[in-house]
């Protein structure tokens, strides 16, 4: 049974037929595709995120999501990003 506090129904199993289901599989699974296709022809999501998850871990801020709001607007973050990313090729290279 749904926990009616939470808002949220419980499954209904017979609510999409097994062509709907299908087609929702198919979905998905394009979807996973093309999102890890994205990330991995954009190397600086990585970077990025890496990058922002380094800096919560060694400054451990009380209010993440002001802190995340500071990171991602710093204006120097795309000339950081863009410096990373070459020194990243030139490692590889």
Same mark, same amino acid.
């Given at each position: 049974m749904a926990d009616v506090? &939470?808002?949220l129904e419980g499954l209904d199993l017979g609510a999409?037929?097994?062509e709907q289901q299908a087609q929702l599989m198919e979905f998905?699974?394009?979807t996973?595709?093309?999102n890890e296709k994205y990330?991995? &022809?954009h190397k600086e999501v990585e970077l990025l995120l890496s990058g922002f998850l380094r800096e919560v871990m060694l400054r451990r801020p009380e209010n993440i999501p002001e802190?995340?709001?500071e990171h991602f607007t710093d204006p120097e973050l795309p000339m950081k990003?863009?410096?990373k990313l070459a020194e990243k090729a030139?490692?590889?290279n």
């Open positions: 506090g &939470s808002g999409l037929s097994p998905k699974i394009n996973r595709i093309a990330l991995r &022809s802190f995340a709001a990003t863009q410096k030139n490692q590889v």
